[in-house]
Nanobody, 120 residues
Framework: QVQLVESGGGLVQAGGSLRLSCAASGSFFRLNDMGWYRQAPGKQRDVVATITRGGSTNYADSVKGRFTISRDNAKNTVYLQMNSLKPEDTAVYYC??????????????WGQGTQVTVSS
């Protein structure tokens, strides 16, 4: 089992910045794709940004130019730098990762989520 622990959420004013971190731990051989998702009250969980092990990134249109996803493979950690935050960015942010066990089996895990609240 792989555990993903997010940190860095909080309350910020519109226009401000936050940096989320997600550290993976457990018995796995390698982390593959990692990503950030968010879920606002009453809405479905949507992808925010993803990053491959090699560093290729994809972003939701709503965050392009404002958010940056990055990762440190040595630390098994993925980050989300969020700038120019807007009230509509308010949501619970979840980390997701695909990983490979030593026996070759592939699985995915979700973090517990971290609340981001942007006040106007």
């Amino acid at each position: 089992q792989v555990q993903l622990v997010e940190s860095g959420g909080g309350l910020v004013q519109a226009g401000g910045s936050l940096r989320l971190s997600c550290a993976a731990s457990g018995s796995f051989f390698r982390l593959n794709d990692m990503g950030w998702y968010r879920q606002a009250p009453g809405k479905q969980r949507d992808v925010v940004a993803t990053i491959t092990r090699g560093g290729s990134t994809n972003y939701a249109d709503s965050v392009k130019g404002r958010f940056t996803i990055s990762r440190d493979n040595a630390k098994n950690t993925v980050y989300l730098q969020m700038n120019s935050l807007k009230p509509e960015d308010t949501a619970v942010y979840y980390c997701n990762a695909e990983y490979v066990y030593v026996n070759g089996r592939i699985d995915r895990s979700w973090g517990q989520g971290t609340q981001v609240t942007v006040s106007s």
